[in-house]
């Protein structure tokens, strides 16, 4: 049988679609909430522009993971920092307060809104953070999923000047604090839960009532009396908004890799071999050799990605994320930066030495550039950073006796001699040079 090139491109068409298709009903795995239509983003941006109603009632959220970023999202939008600045780390604390002086200055207000936040499936089933210990803290973060809209007004005419709108986005909170082995005499967490309690609880000096202590300053609900305690609890390290990975996203680029792979030779197939059985034997054989060179690239270069994050001692994305932002902060807080922040990570490179992993990431710089009339201009900038951190980060190298003499303390002011961490026995800040911290390579 003889073709014209119409009658072949037709059914090489045809031959493409039914591979296409098998492949995505059987070989591959699709995530179907991904895949709803955009309208109903729309419907739910529609809302978010209203009202914070979906955030601040989403009663399936239990209210210790609800209340700190609450107090962190009110903060941003009404331009005023928390009551005491141990509530915030140094680092964020530059961050944030810069942001809210320039807010402030341009008479801008900066909201957050999230509807029908849910917990990642890590999350789910315990509703709590996630906790890990590190170099003397306690680190605790929690990721809450849903359609984010983060955008920023102008105060006194309402007009929104710049918004982001996540259809999938993510909001990610950070939080540490000092862990006092010591007093505790145990390394497990409950029971530095049970140390930690009873700061929670404190008398009023006024009035002798037993109140409940949230922060490290409150007023006697009985007598109005001002009480301050100085035990500092969790401490805001970072916040981030992102816009989550689409899972659908690799399995999109291989359906439409193999229709090519499986029509371009086809058409030559059935165009110039005239035996039908031959004809399409030929054109499977080639075809699935083409389409079996391609998923061999497509895996190796995902085995190498993981690969090079198998070869970091305590590798976590979320982790090196937040130590970029913060090592980035003394280059890219400009005085006209509002807001900036690192995403897209991808390894490109590791080396090992017996003492420090060096590695090389590319990612994407997310930028805010507050220009006069209240004009916010968004700049996005493709960056490759080297970058280095201890290969062990939980081995501590500073025992010498220069670690424990008298200091005062930049967080707190106490003078206090370190504890077997580097941390200030009073307020619990790391002094030492934190190891487990990636810092970027000097050029």
Known sequence: MILSWTNAI????????????????????????????????????????????LFLHASAIPSKILSPLKDLLVSLETGKTPNSSANIGQSYRKRIEHEINLLKKHDITHEIRIAYPKLPETNDKKQDFTHWSDAGR?????????????????????????????????????????????????????????????????????????????????????????????????????LLIYQESNPNTPNYLLVAATFLVFFLPAILCFRFIHNDYFMFGTAFAVTVILAAILWMCVLKKAARTEGLAEQIVRYDEKILLVDINEAMNDTELTPDTLFYSIDKLLLKAVENTSEQTTITVQA?????????????????????LKLYRARYPRRMKSKGQAVFNEKECPRC???????????????????????SKWRIVSK
Request: with cysteine.
């Open 413 to 435: 002011g106490a003078n206090f001699i370190p504890d077997k961490n580097g941390c200030c026995s009073y307020c619990g800040y790391q002094l030492l040079l934190d190891n």
């Open 364 to 384: 994407v710089l997310h930028k805010l550039i507050l220009q006069n009339e209240h004009q916010i201009n968004c700049k996005n900038k493709k960056t490759e």
């Open 138 to 238: 306690e680190w605790r973060e929690i990721v809450l999923q849903g359609a984010v809209l983060n955008r920023y007004l102008n105060k006194k005419t309402g007009k929104v000047i710049y918004e982001d709108f996540f259809s999938y986005g993510a909001l990610l909170l950070r939080q540490s604090r000092h862990i006092r082995h010591d007093e505790v005499g145990s390394k497990n967490r409950n029971e530095e839960q049970r140390f930690y309690s009873q700061y929670q609880k404190i008398v009023c000096p006024s009035c002798g009532a037993e109140i409940s202590l949230k922060g490290n300053e409150t007023h006697c609900p009985y007598c109005g009396g001002y009480i301050k305690s100085e035990f500092f609890d969790w401490q805001t390290e970072d």
């Open 10 to 53: 037709g059914i090489a068409f045809l031959w493409a679609c039914i591979w296409a298709i098998l492949l995505t009903c059987y070989g591959l795995d699709w995530k179907i909430e991904w895949m709803k239509p955009r309208l109903w983003f729309l419907y739910v941006k529609k809302k978010l522009n209203k009202s914070n109603e």
